[in-house]
């Protein structure tokens, strides 16, 4: 079984996935798509990218739009569902998911199938007691309709909790994931899972464990979803022994760097003979990450963070070069992504719930150029997030819900970068990270 492959249970995530890969056809010059050549796909991944900074590669694409057979259908992973949605004018995939849905409920209203949903005019003038009749029997209707649907609600446990059995591993790591409840419910049911952009989604029941390899290094926060509704998460902690590195071309494929082994944290960096024996394709554009897993006592609400980064001017392929800082805790995490003055409309900070995006609110103070080398800060009080780039205070905001205790970092750069000396410490306990 192709690893990348998904069985959902409703048939509408590979109805909504056909429409969107139609309406990027559309968007490509609607030649169709058994005419397509690598040429046509290298020409998407490459205006994909460009916009959406997501690059895929041929097969994946081909995979997406169903002219690479597998044994199961292929389901992108959410980053890059998001990026096609992006691409033909969405905010991400929930918005063309909704959208693509409502369109539907609109479509069945207006077809009258047999014609019993036709209502003649002359029927209307029948008078005032045949439509009291009808009017009698929408209400019955309703009032029915109601006492089932809370009859079958009611009796739904909404107490079901997604476990993993395994929560902390070192990379990489198999995860298994149950369901429980301390209350009686149907082990029939069907749930979602979803685990961001580290697997693919699967379903669940009460009968049924879920098993998920995960290759990178990090913090997951695996959400349950009924009927494609959260309604819990947990967390999976691929752990580390100090700060490695690793890189990849797309969302489907990890390059751990030096077998991810420890690396100096005064001078943390990989070289491009590390990526090469990695297996990394250093023509095509890359991200490389560097992470710090693992258990702390630190406040992710009150904390300082301060690093100096190098980043690369550009690489071939690449004309926005990310810098991008997390801060990972246990239920939630902070995000900064950084680029320069011309790329500002890519940058995105993200503290807890708060989010906010270059596309749709200028970010220009957040413009940040790191190719002579650049200082990093960011300061957490009382859940009052501040950025300090080169010194200067360039942003403020707070947020509600907290991230919990700290456990891990991740600096990403677009091609190859370094980082100075990161160091976090709790501002109440003075613990270092």
Known sequence: MDPNSVQPSDQLFFDTLDTCCQKIIEKMGDKAIVEWRVSDYNSLSSQLGKQTKVYLSVNTLKRIFGRLKTSDRYFPQKATRDALAQFIGYRDWQEFELVYLNSIKVERINTTGDGTAEVKADKIKNGKQQLSVIAFCVVLFIVIAAIVFFRNDTGKNTNVKLVCENPFGRVPHTAVFQLKSDQPFDENEEFQVDFMDEAVPSIITGKKKVTKFFRNPGVVYVSLLRNHIPIDTTTVYMQTRGWVANSGNDTSRAFPIAGLRPLD???????????????????????????????????????????????????????????????????????????????????????????????????????????????????????HASVILNGKKVLSTKYERSIGKVMGIKIIFNGIGKAISPELHDLRTKEVF
């Open 265 to 383: 944290p005064q001078n943390i960096y990989a070289s491009l003979q590390q990526l090469d024996s990695a297996g990394l394709d250093t023509n095509k554009p890359f991200l490389v990450g560097y992470s710090n897993i693992k258990s702390s006592n630190i406040s992710g609400d009150n904390f300082s963070f301060a690093c100096k980064v190098f980043a690369e001017p550009s690489r071939p392929g690449t004309q926005c070069v990310e810098t991008t800082i997390i801060i990972l805790g246990e239920k939630h995490r902070h995000l900064l992504k950084l680029y320069r003055q011309s790329c500002v409309a890519f940058s995105e900070y993200k503290f807890s719930e708060v989010r906010v995006v270059g596309s749709e609110q200028f970010l220009g103070a957040l413009a940040f150029d790191p190719e002579h080398g650049g200082d990093i800060g960011i300061k957490v009080e009382n859940k």
